[in-house]
């Protein structure tokens, strides 16, 4: 059953979460801020500092997670179609956020858009490649 949900729901979940506990919530106009602050810092052997932000690391995690979900996109098991229309359920609703939320206007929720669209495209170019292949084969077989 938790095969069929998409991952990339979890990064978008945490920045609902940071978003919500913002004053004002979602209609907060504080949400590029947070996004921004920097968490902590790393000491490069530059001797720079590489300053991480929440931002960074929604965005980091979710193209770990469009990796994996492209990776889980490839199989042709029945899941994989729940999941395709689960992730295109979650576009939608990561595009409506995006345009009518003042919490949700950022590059870091654009970002984490454009991930769960991309993991909506692959799923549907692999599960029609796949098809194909598979119609194709059937037919050579005759």
Known sequence: MFAALPLLALPVLAYNLAALTLAGGFASQEATIRMTEPLFTVAMNST????????????????????????????????????HALSMLLFVACLVEFLLAPAFATSTFFLLTVMVLLDVLAGFIVTIVSARRDVDFGQDAL
């Open 48 to 83: 720079a500092q590489w300053p991480v932000t929440l931002g960074d690391l929604l965005l980091l995690a979710g193209l770990v997670v469009l990796f994996i979900e492209l990776l889980k996109s490839t199989t042709s098991r029945r899941t994989a179609i729940v999941n």
